[in-house]
């Protein structure tokens, strides 16, 4: 009875001493797993967040803002000319910026590359378009900062 007794101490105390060291490399390859895990989904949920509250697009001429549109007020689509840029060689630029519901996209341009068509529509902040040689750019509110510059432009 006493012997019994004794083997049940002792054995969980070998056991124990046993199991400490060894499993903690695994643990730290756990918390490392955990934490990696951890930042993907932290960057997908900003990419959620960042694409969420956008909802005005801006137009810039030059690095100025011309106008200001909120695509979920747009029913139908219509254009916007943007014209009077002058690029290099002093010709006249002219971009047409074509606006949907919730979308923007360049529809026609004069510019040389002609990339900001090719871009299409665009629906999130993430891209905006972008035409160097008329120094046309279209780009979404990053739903932050709207108020400060909105105030200042009008
Ligand atoms: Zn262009």
Excluded at 109 to 132: E, F, H, K, M, T
Aim: aromatic letters at 6%; glycine letters at 10%; proline letters at 5%.
């Amino acid at each position: 009875m006493i012997q019994l007794k004794n083997s049940n101490d002792i054995k969980p105390v070998l056991q124990l001493k046993h199991c400490t060291c060894p499993p903690a490399s695994k643990s730290n390859k756990f918390w490392l797993l955990l934490l990696g895990g951890l930042v993907a989904a932290s960057v997908v949920v900003m990419i959620l967040l960042w694409q969420v509250p956008v909802s005005n697009v801006r137009i810039y001429k030059e690095g100025e803002i011309i106008t200001t549109i909120n695509l979920l007020t747009v029913n139908q689509p219509y254009t916007y000319t943007v014209e009077g840029m002058v690029h290099t060689g002093g010709v006249s630029g002219l971009n047409i910026v074509e606006i949907d519901h919730g979308r923007v996209r360049m529809q026609k341009a004069d510019c040389p590359d002609g990339y900001c068509v090719r871009q299409g529509w665009i629906n999130s902040g993430l891209v905006p378009v972008v035409c160097l040689p008329n120094r046309v750019v279209i780009a979404f509110e990053s739903g932050t900062d709207n108020t400060g510059i909105d105030a200042v432009v009008g």
